[in-house]
Every structure is written in structure tokens, then in C-alpha cells.
């Protein structure tokens, strides 16, 4: 089991050297400090997070969709489909299901993805909305990320701020890099005219 947005605040709290709270709930009276921390906390999270979110592919937030584009855009392609509710970044997107990438020419702008399809699969990075679902590394780059951003607000020194940016980037991402191809094989080449001549037409022997 993950950590709850409470405790991933604490953790962050933590790191900078403040006092852990007991609710996001702001009181009506509390000591200043307790205060400041619960505001910081609900003020920083949620930027926190997405940009983890956008900065890496975790594995643990990758979800799939199909997507039918029915819109016409003004210019340059000729159809469009919102993208997901919970959508944070694009892996990749298909125009067929065994996820062959076939040059599929696509945009993505203001919300929408462009294209020239009636159909496209989209790989992407999602927002859990339970944070207790993320996966170990992913939490952790999580309090760094906002640990770094109650580093401002605090005005704690550079070297504070230091520590917690060589976590992140220098062990953190690096690992998490390792530990997610482990566990994602998977091979998507361009299709080749060439590459399908020898294989298909002229194959070895």
C-alpha cells in the first residue's frame, strides 16, 4: 500500500525540517506554524505531482485508450479528439492495434489530439487520483519534488534545496529508469518499405 496525500505532505515536511500535520484540513485556529504548513501543502501538491508525473513514464501510471476523431480543425489535419480526463502525458499513439508505428503523423495541442484518422490508440501517462497506487519511486520523486517547492516558500537555503534536487535527479529518476525497462519490453520500429522487401520479398535464409 501506498501513501496517502497526507502522508506524502508529511514526508516533504519533513525533509525541510518542518512539523508534520494531521489533516490538509486548514483549522479555524492552530498554531501559525501548523498553519503555514497546511496551506503550503494544499498550494504546492498538486503541481508537485503532475510535474513528476510529466518529467518521467512511470509504468505504474501508463493507461491505454482508444479514440475516435470526429472534429474538423481549421488547418493542417482533418480530424480531432479530446484527449483523457486524466491525462498528463503522451507515450505514443497508433493507428492500428498491434501498436506497429507506421509514421502516424499527429499533433497534440490545447487539449485535443490532431490527426488524420478516424481512429487512433493512445499510450499515455494518466493522474491517479488515489495516490496510494503509485509505485514506490514514483511517490518518493513526488515528496522531493514538493519538499523542493516548500524549500522556496520557507526560504531555506541553497544547499538545503541542493540535497533534495541530487535525491531526486541524481538517484531517485536514475533508478526508477533501471527498474521500469526491466520490467517494459517492448519493441516498435517504423515501417520500412526497405526493411519489408528483405524480410518479405527477398527474405534470408
Known amino acids: 500500500m501506498g501513501l496517502s496525500q497526507l502522508e506524502i505532505c508529511n514526508h516533504a515536511l519533513l525533509k525541510v ?13 492552530s498554531a501559525d506554524g501548523t498553519k503555514r504548513s497546511i496551506s503550503l501543502c494544499n498550494t504546492f501538491f498538486d503541481q508537485a505531482y503532475e510535474e513528476v508525473l510529466r518529467i518521467y513514464p512511470w509504468n505504474s501510471a501508463k493507461k491505454r485508450a482508444t479514440l475516435t476523431l470526429t472534429d474538423n ?11 483523457p480526463d486524466d491525462f498528463i502525458r503522451l507515450v505514443n499513439v497508433f493507428r492500428y492495434e498491434d501498436e506497429r508505428d507506421q509514421g502516424t503523423a499527429w499533433v497534440v495541442e ?5 490527426s488524420d484518422y478516424d481512429t487512433m490508440y493512445l499510450k499515455y501517462i494518466a493522474k491517479p487520483t488515489d495516490t496510494t ?5 514514483c ?4 515528496i ?5 517547492k516548500l524549500c522556496t516558500a520557507l526560504q531555506l537555503d541553497d544547499d538545503w534545496a541542493g ?20 520490467e517494459n519490453k517492448e519493441l516498435l520500429l517504423e515501417e520500412s518499405s526497405w526493411i519489408n ?9
Do not use: W
Open 144 to 148: 522531493c519534488n514538493l519538499a523542493l
Open 73 to 83: 480543425p481549421d488547418f493542417g489535419y482533418e480530424k480531432r479528439a479530446a484527449l
Open 163 to 182: 540535497r533534495i534536487s541530487d535525491e531526486l535527479h541524481g538517484r531517485i529518476l536514475p533508478s526508477a529508469r533501471s527498474i521500469d525497462t526491466m
Open 139 to 142: 511517490t518518493n520523486a513526488v
Open 133 to 137: 497506487e503509485l509505485e514506490p519511486l
Open 110 to 114: 490545447g487539449g485535443y489530439i490532431l
Open 17 to 29: 525540517g518542518a512539523d508534520t500535520v494531521d489533516t490538509l484540513t486548514e483549522p479555524t485556529s
Open 197 to 205: 522487401s528483405r524480410n518479405f520479398e527477398n527474405p534470408y535464409i
